[in-house]
T-cell receptor
Framework: EDQVTQSPEALRLQEGESSSLNCSYT??????LFWYRQDPGKGPEFLFT???AGEEKEKERLKATLTKKESFLHITAPKPEDSATYLC??????????FGKGTRLHILP | KAGVTQTPRYLIKTRGQQVTLSCSPI?????VSWYQQTPGQGLQFLFE???????NKGNFPGRFSGRQFSNSRSEMNVSTLELGDSALYLC??????????????FGPGTRLTVT
């Protein structure tokens, strides 16, 4: 059965304190993995797509990496505006996208 | 370029009623997916439409249905509403260059409350 587990569920960091969010997945025939950011009361905002193990993508203070069983979202020197829920979403071979429950990130000034 | 729009933004219905939600995708996007988001279950996939055809369906009862029009706009319908249907309903559109679902761009959602 498909499973997507994100950890930790919630994370509080001081501004400038780097950390990583984890997404462990078991899906049939992975055809890519998406990362999204969601602010309260809004729809998810697309961040990255990763297609194969070893791939890395960067955007400002965020870097996403992919292995065969996990993906990591590294946040370097975060700022308060990086506070949001980060969602991981693998895509199956039949194109269904399974979302994790997210990591709620709070950056303290 | 305009983003994904959803109407209405907020809706209050009573048990047993039915509701129709609307989604207009980004211009040029042919795939539209619908998700239900609740605090307990997170984002759950409802269905995906591509060129007016339902390509995928999640594990929801038959009370949940949808359709897509020739201009790619989509509607979803929930009949015989239950209290547990209270949720944020999100629509996402995708360009689908290679006929598979690429990165999705989400609308702001419709907040449905069933009383």
């Amino acid at each position: 059965e498909d499973q997507v587990t994100q950890s930790p569920e919630a994370l509080r960091l001081q501004e400038g304190e780097s950390s990583s969010l984890n997404c462990s997945y078991t899906v049939s025939g992975l055809r890519g993995l998406f990362w999204y950011r969601q602010d309260p009361g809004k729809g998810p905002e697309f961040l990255f797509t990763l297609y194969s193990a070893g791939e890395e993508k960067e955007k400002e203070r965020l870097k996403a990496t992919l292995t065969k069983k996990e993906s990591f979202l590294h946040i370097t020197a975060p700022k308060p505006e990086d506070s949001a829920t980060y969602l991981c979403a693998p895509r199956r071979e039949d194109d269904k996208i399974i979302f994790g429950k997210g990591t709620r990130l709070h950056i303290l000034p | 370029k305009a983003g994904v729009t959803q109407t209405p933004r907020y809706l209050i219905k009573t048990r047993g009623q039915q509701v129709t939600l609307s989604c207009s995708p980004i211009s040029g996007h042919r795939s539209v997916s619908w998700y239900q988001q609740t605090p307990g279950q997170g984002l759950q996939f409802l269905f995906e439409y591509f060129s007016e055809t339902q390509r995928n369906k999640g594990n929801f009862p038959g009370r949940f249905s949808g359709r897509q029009f020739s201009n790619s706009r989509s509607e979803m319908n929930v009949s015989t509403l239950e209290l547990g249907d209270s949720a944020l309903y999100l629509c996402a559109s995708s360009l689908n260059r290679d006929s598979s679902v690429g990165e999705q761009y989400f609308g702001p959602g419709t907040r449905l409350t069933v009383t």
